[in-house]
């Protein structure tokens, strides 16, 4: 393994220390393979303190105290990977998980991966990690527990089939003489490792499918869990940052420029290509110093831009001529053409932005042959990638150390904050230490584009769509960030139409288009992505047709869903837990949305199902409950689902009722929690999950239950009032 972070073990206690940095420093190799060892040695030496450390494969090893130590690749945003992802190793290792601990792991092969339409490379995105590692993790634990169970039967004297391995003990069976994996380490490090262990059987799992507490919820408990924010290292230096007022707009010069040098604490100013940094002593010094400076903008190439004009360019194109056709079933436009009834319906969704608790921030050290990097980083290779071109070093000579990441939903994988970082330590020859503003995160951020939707439909005489045209218009993610991609699409973005241009539903005449609409705003991948606008226009207009047809939307959807008995599951489970056919108390109105959320690029699917109940009190929205089933696949640790499902349904509830970035003159105009809100906790709902068992392997669940909120929030205000809400945010609607 290589390069930890933080250390926490089942205790919760932080572990960190010099030793562990320079033993990773001796270990360090980027080539290798999935899960044999890269060292050539089985045994590591701590360059301090002559420490040895054994080594079984890529993603474990055993301290001198016995303790197994777990790798884990993928950055802790909340999502719970760090109990996860060890539990499903832990538990084919046969380890003792009160010894467990965790570190933070990079620079390997074993920990990078193809997916998301991404090259391979060590990242956190699309709600790939349990997919991707389920096997992988349960391979590698498998080899160890081989390893130690002939190690033990050696020391025995006996064959491997007389003995056991339990609780991170080899047990020989005839006696009951045990030995435990820390006393066995050293000969199980040199038994060779088999490419192809043998698998337990799910019945002989005592880990994977238990709910397990988190193992870093006492660090955080504590205060002892390192985040970006919290990172010290020897003759550090602060930085703080100005950003230009506009989008796209760069620094000139700084007209009082020895003025702000002289200020207590300041260090040096440094002009950098989008941003001027001050380097300080302190944070304080160094930001109110930047307040000081007076610096001369050149306000970038892009013409004059806002949100009124945008919104009216999307909605222009929905009568566009020049729509690109994604998907075409049947001959859904003589159906059109032939003059019947048709239900038509607009939506609109905004800009967004992540808005993370903790604004990004890192901490870098240029040195002349290497760079090493502090934070909380969700990319690791985009960050080795990035440093390595701009200060001409090879990709393996950026060390990168990953901390907690304070909430990220896709915005830490991007490097510009680390480039902001390597740029001032690079000027001063120390490492530095950026931390952006909350104003300057939000307003110099990558936003999730807005879209708008024109959905039309001829119903049959059963109620359900003869005929559906779906039109979706709005900046493209893909043509903005992977131009190729999207060139070789055709020039449509499966990001815009995810769930519409794959529907699940049955149609037999199905147009689905786009209009792809250049802006000057950065955009990139924000949770769920595409699908927290596209699932809201397709639900929400499902639910038009439903009660078109006069027939129970519930209802509605199995006929559309009949084919899927996946799905058919999902929403049968959800609207028992939530009585939807029964009698709702006095003044309690419900709506309903479904998902069949589809990872990137094919990694996995999940169906999920949305309940949500309200009141209206004096005219305003009162969230009661929300209920949403889920078939994520086989469940690795039920408590972590519930609390993804509960922390999405969350986010989408601020994303449904506050959620909006608006522009003015080339800027946004948000700054801070005061006029880009999150939802209170007294407007938090109770939340019921309903895990529906499932035989599938593991799929992706961090994302998946933020699509359908919106629509089944609208579904039920529409039943309360009478009045259909087809744009978000629903600002008004909340009480």
């Known amino acids: 393994m290589s390069r930890p972070g933080n250390v926490v073990g089942g205790n919760g206690a932080n572990r960190t220390g010099t030793s562990r940095r320079d033993f990773l420093r001796t270990g360090l190799a980027i080539a290798g393979s999935l899960v044999l060892p890269l060292s050539a040695s089985d045994v590591l030496y701590a360059a301090d303190s002559g420490e040895r450390f054994h080594e079984i494969n ?72 349990v997919t991707m590692f389920y096997t992988r993790l349960r391979i590698a634990g498998a080899q160890a527990r081989e390893a130690f169970l002939q190690a033990g039967a050696l020391r025995f004297g006996v064959r491997a089939t007389q003995c056991v391995t339990r609780s991170g003990r080899v047990v020989h ?84 420029l020895d003025e702000v040098r002289a200020l207590p ?12 940094i001050v380097v300080a002593q302190s944070y304080w010094q160094a930001k109110k110093a930047c307040d000081a400076a007076d610096v001369q903008w050149d306000p970038g190439q892009a013409g004059a831009f806002d949100s009124a004009t945008i919104l009216a360019q ?37 800009y967004i932005v992540h808005a993370t608790m903790e604004p990004v921030n890192a901490t870098v050290h240029v040195r002349e042959h290497d760079i090493e990097v502090w934070g909380p980083i969700q990319g690791q290779d985009k960050v080795r990638g990035t440093l390595a071109a701009i200060f001409k070093v090879p990709a393996d000579k950026v060390i990168v150390n990953t901390t907690f990441l304070g909430g990220s939903f896709g915005r830490k994988y ?233 922390g999405g349904i969350g986010f989408a509830l601020t994303n449904t009722f506050k959620s909006e970035i608006t522009f003015a003159e080339r800027a946004v105009v948000q700054g801070n929690f005061s006029d880009y809100p999150l939802l209170y906790l007294s407007e938090m709902p109770k939340i019921d999950v309903v895990i529906v068992d499932s035989d599938r392997a593991p799929q992706g669940c961090g994302e998946v239950s933020l699509p359908p909120v919106a629509p089944a929030v609208a579904d039920a205000l529409f039943r309360a009032s009478g009045t259909r809400l087809r744009s978000m945010p629903l600002s008004q609607a909340l009480a």
């Open 58 to 129: 890529d993603w474990v090893r055993i301290d001198p105290d016995g303790r197994t130590v777990i790798g884990l690749s993928q950055a802790e945003v909340g999502q719970g990977v760090y109990t996860g992802l060890p539990q499903v190793l832990a538990d084919e290792m046969d380890a003792d998980w009160r010894q467990v601990s965790v570190e933070f792991v990079t620079g390997r092969d074993a920990y990078r991966i193809a997916a998301a339409n991404e090259a391979p490379q060590q990242f956190v995105g699309a709600s790939m990690s």
């Open 173 to 256: 069976l005839q006696t009951g003489h045990t030995l435990s994996y820390g006393e066995l380490v050293a000969d199980a490090a040199r038994i060779a490792l088999n490419p192809h262990p043998r698998l337990k059987p799910e019945s002989a799992h005592s880990l994977i499918g238990q709910s397990l507490h988190k193992l870093d919820v006492p660090a955080k408990v504590d205060g002892s869990a390192v985040f970006g924010i919290d990172v010290q290292v020897p003759d550090m230096l602060i930085g703080a940052l100005k950003m230009a007022p506009t989008l796209g707009g760069r620094p000139l010069g700084v007209g009082n």
């Open 265 to 276: 604490g300041v260090i040096e100013v440094v002009v950098a290509k989008d941003a001027v």
């Open 314 to 350: 999307r909605k222009g194109a929905l009568q566009s001529g020049d729509a690109v056709v994604a998907t075409k079933t049947g001959q859904p436009e003589p159906i059109f053409a032939a003059g019947h009834a048709t239900v038509q319906a607009d939506y609109h969704t905004p």
């Open 414 to 646: 991007l490097p510009d904050f680390v480039v902001h970082a390597a740029v001032a330590s690079h000027a001063v020859k120390r490492p530095v230490k950026v931390i952006r503003s909350r104003e300057d995160d939000i307003r110099h951020g990558f936003y999730r584009p807005g879209v708008s939707a024109r959905f039309r439909a001829v119903l049959g005489k059963d109620g359900l769509p003869l005929a559906l045209h779906a039109r979706v218009v709005g900046q493209s993610l893909y043509a903005s960030i992977k131009p190729d991609f999207f060139k070789k699409a055709g020039g449509w973005d499966e990001t815009m139409l995810d769930g519409i241009y794959d529907l699940s539903y049955v149609v037999p005449n199905l147009l689905v288009d786009s209009v792809a609409l250049p802006q000057p705003i950065p955009v990139s991948f924000m949770r769920s992505v595409g699908s927290t606008s596209s699932v809201f226009f397709l639900e929400s207009f499902i639910n038009e047709l439903a009660h078109a047809a006069s027939i129970d939307p519930l209802r509605y959807r199995r006929a559309l869903l009949r084919n899927d008995p996946l799905a058919l599951n999902v929403l049968d489970q959800t609207a028992a837990k939530a009585n939807w056919f029964g009698k709702a108390p006095a003044g309690l109105s419900r709506g309903v949305g479904y998902c069949l959320y589809t990872g990137r690029g094919g990694a996995f699917t999940t169906y999920v199902a949305t309940i949500a109940e309200l009141r209206l009190i004096d005219g305003r929205a009162k969230l009661e409950r929300i209920v949403c089933g889920v078939d994520c696949g086989r469940a690795i640790n039920p408590l972590l689902i519930r609390e993804m499902i509960e």
